[in-house]
């Protein structure tokens, strides 16, 4: 039977294992992409970069791409995908810094919902952004998702 002495350490040990588990899963890859070299240097000057092949979207230097959650896709008649982000930013300075940064390159800001979490919708000729700012599930980081297309339209419409 159980007492309460055994049960503290197998309680104990259970959450080492758990927080060692966790840590081992850390790690900060090297990715190949041009983007994500340009990425890490930014981040470590902090000055704004941009992430992508959009070169009109920028993201603040505090941020570091997830490129485990960011997919593109690219065809003859549209670009576009999801870029994931991620870092100790305040959520209103972050959603101010989009907003303005956005309008510097000629997005035009057509919806805004700041709550908890901040939606941001913009729009340019043939592209769409729009950007949710949140907390991670321990208010720890701030997390950014953004859903970009570009649709790639010729000047007669095909």
Known sequence: MLNCKN???????ILLALSLTACANMH????????????????AQNAPYFPTSFNDFEVPGELKLDSKHTMFI?????????IAL?????????ADFFVNSMQKNNWHLI?????????????KPNKNCMISIYRD???????????????????NGQ
């Open 7 to 13: 049960l503290s350490k197998i309680a104990t040990t």
């Open 28 to 43: 900060t890859g090297t990715g190949t992409a041009s983007s994500s070299t340009a990425a890490q240097k930014a981040t």
């Open 74 to 82: 690219n065809t003859s008649s549209f670009t576009g995908g999801v």
């Open 86 to 94: 991620e870092g100790r930013v305040e959520m209103a300075s972050l």
């Open 111 to 123: 919806g805004e919902v700041r709550y908890n979490n901040t939606l941001l919708a913009f729009t």
């Open 137 to 155: 599930s321990f208010g720890y980081d701030t997390k950014v998702t953004v859903y970009i297309s570009d649709n790639n339209l010729s000047s």
